[in-house]
C-alpha cells in the first residue's frame, strides 16, 4: 500500500530553538497534506492543510508564523516549528492524500517533538 | 459543519471475545468518505478501511468487520475473536470532500484486550 514516511520520529530541542519535520509521499503524488497534532489520550487535531506550490490553510487558532508549513514539491511537506516552547511539545504527525486511489489519506508515523 | 462521535472512550475484553466499537457522524455533505485508522501505542495511524457514501455494503477483512448504516448515519467496526495485538486506539473519521478530503475525527475509542 501506499505509504508515507515521516522524520524525524522523535526530536529533542532547546527551548526557543526552530525544528523542522519532513513529510513525504514515497510511492504516490500528493497534491495536498495534512498535518495534526495530537497530545496524549486526545484526538488528532489538525493544523493546516498543505497544498502543493501554495500557502498552507491553517485552521483557526494555529499560529501560521509559529508553525510554517511548505509544501514545495508533490511528494514533500514540511513543518517548521519556529522558536519552540516547552508547550510545543506534542506528537505530529502528518497525512498525505493519494488522488489515484479513491483519495484516501494515509498517515506518517508521526514525530515526538520533545522542548526543554 | 462536520462532526464524528465515538461514544465509547474505553473498552477493556478479553481475547477471543468480539467487539464493537461505534461510530456516529453528522455531514450535510451527500457525498463523503468515511475511515476507520488503528493507532498502537507507538503512535503511528495505520489505515483500515475508506468507505464512500453510496457504498453501504458491509465488509469483512479478516476478523475486522465494518456496518454502514446511512439511515442512522453510524459506521461500526467489529473484531471477531480479539487478540492482545488488536488492544490500540481506534478512531473513525469522515472527510471533507469540498475542503480537500481533510478529515475530521472521532475522539477515539481505546481498546484493551487482556490475554
Known amino acids: 500500500g501506499a505509504v508515507v514516511s515521516q522524520h524525524p520520529s522523535w526530536v529533542i530541542c532547546k527551548s526557543g530553538t526552530s525544528v523542522k519535520i519532513e513529510c513525504r509521499s514515497l510511492?504516490?503524488?500528493?497534491?495536498?497534506m495534512f498535518w495534526y497534532r495530537q497530545f496524549p489520550k486526545q484526538s488528532l487535531m489538525l493544523m493546516a492543510t498543505?497544498?502543493?506550490?501554495?500557502?498552507?490553510?491553517?485552521e483557526q487558532g494555529v499560529e501560521k508564523d509559529k508553525f510554517l508549513i511548505n509544501h514545495a514539491s508533490l511528494t514533500l511537506s514540511t513543518l517548521t516549528v519556529t522558536s519552540a516552547h516547552p508547550e510545543d511539545s506534542s506528537f505530529y504527525i502528518c497525512?498525505?492524500?493519494?488522488?489515484?486511489?479513491?483519495?484516501?489519506?494515509?498517515f506518517g508515523e508521526g514525530s515526538w517533538l520533545t522542548v526543554v | 459543519a462536520q462532526k464524528v462521535t465515538q461514544a465509547q472512550t474505553e473498552i477493556s475484553v478479553v481475547e477471543k471475545e468480539d467487539v464493537t466499537l461505534d461510530c456516529v457522524y453528522e455531514?450535510?455533505?451527500?457525498?463523503?468518505?468515511l475511515f476507520w485508522y488503528k493507532q498502537p501505542p507507538s503512535g503511528e495511524l495505520v489505515f483500515l478501511i475508506r468507505?464512500?457514501?453510496?457504498?453501504?455494503q458491509n465488509e469483512i477483512s479478516g476478523r475486522y468487520s465494518w456496518n454502514f448504516q446511512k439511515s442512522t448515519s453510524s459506521f461500526n467496526f467489529t473484531i471477531t475473536a480479539s487478540q492482545v495485538v488488536d488492544s490500540a486506539v481506534y478512531f473513525c473519521?469522515?472527510?471533507?470532500?469540498?475542503?480537500?478530503?481533510?478529515?475530521?475525527f472521532g475522539g477515539g475509542t481505546r481498546v484493551l484486550v487482556k490475554p
Open positions: 473519521a469522515l472527510s471533507d470532500i469540498a475542503a480537500g478530503n481533510k478529515l475530521t
Open positions: 498543505s497544498n502543493e506550490g501554495s500557502k498552507a490553510t491553517y
Open positions: 455531514t450535510r455533505d451527500t457525498t463523503y468518505y
Open positions: 510511492d504516490f503524488q500528493a497534491t495536498t
Open positions: 468507505r464512500n457514501s453510496f457504498d453501504e
Open positions: 497525512s498525505a492524500r493519494d488522488a489515484t486511489f479513491g483519495n484516501t489519506i494515509y
